[in-house]
């Protein structure tokens, strides 16, 4: 719990501005009676996550921490609690953050959501995680992962081999979680009956999709056009789940993207979840978090700048 070098109570120590001192089997701590009473919360927490076998890893930390300034230390426990899937070496996979809970009680609970945030956020991993356990309890009869083929800043032309073979590297997200949770083996034979299919957007028109779960990753740089008509595939007995960042749009200028306007026309519709994921509940590495802030941080100045301009 403490870290080595008492790394863990250094990084709480820092975060909330409080001295801290480990006598035996306690620990002291030293500071403002707000940050010191945040401390102690934040060290219950910690071993609540050591009990029930959670490993502490600096990016959940940090997030303990923010939490706890709020006065939400408790809820860290009940995000990790509940095992969202099991890969196939038997590993669990759990929420880790409040808005990947609130994503995931979503899509079990909606026919349609939608999973917007920037990256890092486990928009995408979480969805075929909880596809691959669907369709594991028989939930569902067919897995069906879709990207849209949009070049960024690279032309696809030059790259060698046919469609499928220039459209894979755009797929390879999709290939490694679905990898990691049937393994190398099942998942070939599942590709090889159709039961998982992994395909550019463009694949989509004309078809139903009865009894899938149907994953559209990167949406952000679908049209408003192929929106619609993926949304429209909707079949009897599936579920469907469309992730992207609004900030990361790769289209051509003058095109609007599609899960932008499908957001805002569709909020609210029964049935049907937005779900909103922010720096906040960034997984990967913790610089990650600090990239997105910056680049948020820039966005809302340049937008601040333009609209004094045009007065």
Same mark, same amino acid.
């Given at each position: 719990? *403490? ?7 250094? +990084?709480?120590? /820092? ?21 010191? /009473? +945040?401390?102690?919360?934040? %060290? ?38 509940? %095992? ?5 070496? !038997? ?11 609130? #994503? ?10 939608? !999973? ?8 995408? #991993? ?7 356990? #669907? ?16 070049? =960024?800043?690279?032309?696809?032309? &030059? ?7 220039? %459209?894979?590297?755009?797929? /390879? ?8 949770? &049937? ?27 009865? !009894?899938? &779960? ?7 740089? =679908? ?6 008509? &993926? *949304? ?14 609004? +900030?990361?749009?790769? *289209? ?30 960034? %997984? /990967? ?9 910056? #680049? ?16």
């Amino acid at each position: 719990m *403490l870290g080595i070098f008492d790394e863990n109570l250094n +990084t709480v120590a /820092r975060e909330l501005g409080v001295l801290f001192r480990v006598e035996g089997c306690r620990i002291a701590f030293e500071g403002e009676d707000t940050a010191v /009473r +945040t401390a102690a919360d934040v %060290v219950t927490s910690l071993v609540s996550m050591v009990k029930s076998g959670e490993q502490i890893e600096k990016g959940s930390l940090l997030y303990c921490i923010a939490l706890a300034k709020e006065g939400r230390a408790g809820d860290v426990l009940g995000i990790m609690k509940d %095992v969202v899937a099991v890969t196939y070496r !038997g590993k669990p996979v759990k929420c880790k953050t409040v808005g990947q809970k609130e #994503y995931v009680q979503a899509i079990k609970k909606n026919t349609v959501t939608f !999973g917007v945030g920037p990256a890092g956020t486990g928009k995408t #991993y979480l969805a075929v995680c909880l596809a691959a356990a #669907y369709y594991k309890s028989k939930q569902t009869e067919k897995i069906i992962l879709t990207r849209p083929a949009v070049e =960024a800043g690279e032309k696809l032309g &030059f790259l060698p081999g046919d469609l499928q073979t220039k %459209v894979d590297p755009y797929l /390879r997200p999709l290939y490694d979680a679905l990898q990691e949770m &049937f393994g190398l083996e099942t998942y070939a034979k599942l590709m090889e009956k159709g039961v998982i299919e992994v395909a550019p957007l463009a694949y989509m028109r004309g078809r139903t999709l009865n !009894g899938a &779960f149907v994953i559209l990753d990167e949406a952000q740089n =679908a049209t408003r056009e192929q929106m619609k008509m &993926f *949304l429209t595939r909707l079949g009897e007995g599936s579920k469907m789940v469309v992730t992207g960042d609004l +900030t990361q749009t790769d *289209l051509p200028d003058g095109k609007t993207s599609g899960l932008k306007q499908a957001v805002s026309l569709l909020k609210g519709v029964d049935d049907i979840a937005v779900c909103t994921l922010t720096d906040r509940d960034v %997984v /990967r590495h913790p610089l990650v978090q600090a990239i997105v802030k910056a #680049y948020e941080r820039a966005a809302e100045h340049t937008g601040k700048k333009n609209k004094g301009e045009n007065k």
